[in-house]
C-alpha cells in the first residue's frame, strides 16, 4: 500500500513540478485513547497513530522559494519565499507547512527551500489531528533534505510552535508526538512536561475487541476563541492555585484545591476535569499492562461525562454517540480529540461492532443528522520515510 501511494503521489508531484521528488514521505493522524485537554497543562495523554496519513512528496530547493500544493484543496501550487514568512501573513492551508518552515528557521536552521506535494487520507476537523499529520509530515522531509539530525520529539516541538505561533491555534504537544513518535501495535503514554514515553501494547484484535471512531461529521476548529478560552481558564487555576500547571496538583488534594477556588466556579469545572483525567490515564496504563483491557471501558465513559459536564467542550452528536453505543451494549465510549464537534471513540466487543454501528447510525438518522463515519482504530505506525525517490 505504502509504494503504491508514494509512486502516486510522486507521480503528481512530476506533473506539477516537471521533475521527481527527492523522496516521499508519510505522518498519520491519531486517535486519543484517554487523556483529553491535559496536554497544554502539563499533564499525561495516551494517543496512538491511525493508518490514515498525510503523504508528502519533497525535493529540496536551494533559491529561497518555498512551493506548495494540495491534492485535497481545489488550488493551484502556491509559491513564497522562505524569507518573507511570518506569524499572521496567511490564513489559508498553506500557513500549516509554511509554518513549519518557518519554525524550523527561527530554531537556526537554514531551510533553502522546498517543492512540496501533500495528500492526506486523516479526516478533516474530525478531532484526528489532520493538520499536526501535515506538519509532521514536513517537518520530517525538512529534516532529511537538510541533514538536521532532529529526533522525534524535536520535531514535534517545532510542529507545535508553528501551529501556535504561526499559525494562532493554542494546542499542546499530544498531536505533533503522536505523529512523529507512534509505534504500529502500540498505545503511546506521553509526559507532556519532558516527553518521556512508554509504549504500551495495544492489541484489541487479539483479546476479541474492536475500538471505532465516529467521526460526526461535525466539523470544529482549534482556532476558534472556545478552545483558547478553556486554556486561558486552565492557565488562571493554575495561577489561583499557585502552581506552575495543574498537573502539579495532586489527585489526592483535589477537593482541598476547589475549595481554594471558592466562587470561580467555571475554573473549578476545568480544574476538576484535568486533574480528574490526569488519574484516568494512569488508570488506564494499569489496567493495559495488567492485560484487563476490557475494564478501561468505563474509565472511558468516566472522561467523556467529565468532557461533557465539566470541560464543557461535546456537543448534541456526540452525546449521542456515547449515549447509543453504550446502550447498544458498548463495553465504553467518549469524544476524542479538542471537542466542539468531531469523533467519538467506541470500545466493543468484536461480535457487537455491526449491531452497535447499526445502532449508531439509525440514531442519527432519527435525530435528522447527516450520517456518521464510522471505521475502526487501528494502532499504527508514526512518521516515515516511504520511499528515497520515486
Same mark, same amino acid.
Given at each position: 500500500?505504502?509504494?503504491?501511494?508514494?509512486? @502516486?503521489?510522486?507521480?503528481?508531484?512530476?506533473?506539477?513540478?516537471? =521533475? *521527481?521528488?527527492?523522496?516521499?514521505?508519510? %505522518?498519520?493522524?491519531?486517535?486519543?485513547?484517554?487523556?483529553?485537554?491535559?496536554?497544554?497543562?502539563?499533564?499525561?495523554?495516551?494517543?496512538? $497513530?491511525?493508518?490514515?496519513?498525510?503523504?508528502?512528496?519533497?525535493?529540496?530547493?536551494?533559491?529561497?522559494?518555498?512551493?506548495?500544493?494540495?491534492?485535497?484543496?481545489?488550488?493551484?501550487?502556491?509559491?513564497?519565499?522562505?524569507?518573507?514568512?511570518?506569524?499572521?501573513?496567511?490564513?489559508?492551508?498553506?500557513?500549516?507547512?509554511?509554518?513549519?518552515?518557518?519554525?524550523?528557521?527561527?530554531?537556526?536552521?537554514?531551510?533553502?527551500? $522546498?517543492?512540496?506535494?501533500? @495528500?492526506?487520507?486523516?479526516?478533516?476537523?474530525?478531532?484526528?489531528?489532520?493538520?499536526?499529520?501535515?506538519?509532521?509530515?514536513?517537518?520530517?522531509?525538512?529534516?532529511?533534505?537538510?541533514?538536521?539530525?532532529?529526533?522525534?520529539?524535536?520535531?514535534?516541538?517545532?510542529?507545535?510552535?508553528?501551529?501556535?505561533?504561526?499559525?494562532? @491555534?493554542? #494546542?499542546?504537544?499530544?498531536?505533533?508526538?503522536?505523529? $512523529?513518535?507512534?509505534?504500529?501495535?502500540?498505545?503511546?503514554?506521553?509526559?507532556?512536561?519532558?516527553?518521556?514515553?512508554?509504549?504500551?501494547?495495544?492489541?484489541?484484535?487479539?483479546?476479541?475487541?474492536?475500538?471505532?471512531?465516529?467521526?460526526?461529521?461535525?466539523?470544529?476548529?482549534?482556532?476558534?476563541?472556545?478552545?483558547?478560552?478553556?486554556? %486561558?481558564?486552565?492557565?488562571?487555576?493554575?495561577?489561583?492555585?499557585?502552581?506552575?500547571?495543574?498537573?502539579?496538583?495532586?489527585?489526592?488534594?483535589?477537593? =482541598?484545591?476547589?475549595?481554594?477556588?471558592?466562587?470561580?466556579?467555571?475554573?473549578?469545572?476545568?480544574?476538576?476535569?484535568?486533574?480528574?483525567? /490526569?488519574?484516568?490515564?494512569?488508570?488506564?496504563?494499569?489496567?493495559?499492562?495488567?492485560?484487563?483491557?476490557?475494564?478501561?471501558?468505563?474509565?472511558?465513559?468516566?472522561?467523556?461525562?467529565?468532557?461533557? /459536564?465539566?470541560?464543557?467542550?461535546?456537543?448534541?452528536?456526540?452525546?449521542?454517540?456515547?449515549?447509543?453505543?453504550?446502550?447498544?451494549?458498548?463495553?465504553?465510549?467518549?469524544?476524542?480529540?479538542?471537542?466542539?464537534?468531531?469523533?467519538?471513540?467506541?470500545? %466493543?466487543? %468484536?461480535? *457487537? #461492532?455491526?449491531?452497535?454501528?447499526?445502532?449508531?447510525?439509525?440514531?442519527?438518522?432519527? @435525530?435528522?443528522?447527516?450520517?456518521?463515519?464510522?471505521?475502526?482504530?487501528?494502532?499504527?505506525?508514526?512518521?516515515?520515510?516511504?520511499?528515497? $525517490? #520515486?
Amino acid at each position: 500500500m505504502s509504494e503504491a501511494v508514494a509512486r @502516486a503521489v510522486g507521480e503528481r508531484f512530476r506533473e506539477l513540478y516537471g =521533475a *521527481d521528488p527527492h523522496g516521499v514521505w508519510a %505522518a498519520p493522524g491519531r486517535v486519543n485513547l484517554i487523556g483529553e485537554h491535559t496536554d497544554y497543562n502539563d499533564g499525561f495523554v495516551m494517543p496512538f $497513530a491511525l493508518p490514515h496519513t498525510a503523504v508528502a512528496a519533497v525535493s529540496r530547493r536551494d533559491d529561497g522559494v518555498l512551493r506548495l500544493h494540495s491534492a485535497d484543496i481545489g488550488q493551484g501550487v502556491t509559491e513564497l519565499r522562505v524569507a518573507d514568512l511570518a506569524p499572521g501573513t496567511d490564513t489559508s492551508w498553506t500557513a500549516y507547512p509554511a509554518g513549519v518552515v518557518w519554525a524550523l528557521r527561527e530554531a537556526g536552521h537554514e531551510i533553502t527551500g $522546498a517543492d512540496v506535494h501533500l @495528500a492526506s487520507t486523516v479526516p478533516s476537523g474530525a478531532g484526528l489531528s489532520s493538520s499536526a499529520a501535515l506538519e509532521v509530515v514536513v517537518a520530517l522531509a525538512l529534516n532529511d533534505l537538510h541533514d538536521l539530525g532532529l529526533d522525534g520529539r524535536r520535531l514535534a516541538r517545532l510542529c507545535q510552535r508553528a501551529e501556535n505561533v504561526y499559525v494562532g @491555534a493554542p #494546542v499542546g504537544i499530544m498531536d505533533q508526538t503522536a505523529s $512523529a513518535c507512534c509505534e504500529a501495535g502500540h498505545a503511546l503514554f506521553l509526559d507532556t512536561r519532558d516527553l518521556s514515553q512508554r509504549r504500551i501494547p495495544f492489541d484489541l484484535a487479539a483479546e476479541g475487541m474492536r475500538l471505532l471512531v465516529v467521526d460526526t461529521r461535525v466539523e470544529h476548529s482549534h482556532s476558534a476563541g472556545e478552545y483558547g478560552r478553556r486554556r %486561558a481558564g486552565c492557565e488562571k487555576g493554575a495561577a489561583l492555585l499557585g502552581v506552575d500547571a495543574l498537573r502539579d496538583v495532586p489527585y489526592e488534594e483535589l477537593d =482541598a484545591a476547589l475549595e481554594r477556588l471558592g466562587d470561580e466556579e467555571e475554573v473549578r469545572r476545568l480544574v476538576r476535569h484535568v486533574v480528574t483525567e /490526569d488519574r484516568r490515564v494512569e488508570r488506564v496504563v494499569s489496567l493495559l499492562e495488567a492485560g484487563d483491557l476490557r475494564a478501561i471501558g468505563p474509565v472511558l465513559v468516566e472522561g467523556h461525562v467529565s468532557l461533557r /459536564d465539566d470541560f464543557r467542550v461535546s456537543c448534541p452528536e456526540l452525546d449521542l454517540v456515547v449515549d447509543t453505543a453504550t446502550d447498544a451494549g458498548a463495553l465504553g465510549a467518549r469524544m476524542t480529540g479538542g471537542g466542539f464537534g468531531g469523533s467519538a471513540i467506541v470500545l %466493543a466487543e %468484536a461480535r *457487537d #461492532v455491526e449491531a452497535i454501528t447499526k445502532a449508531v447510525q439509525e440514531a442519527f438518522a432519527a @435525530a435528522g443528522l447527516r450520517a456518521p463515519r464510522v471505521f475502526e482504530a487501528v494502532p499504527s505506525e508514526g512518521a516515515r520515510r516511504l520511499t528515497p $525517490a #520515486v
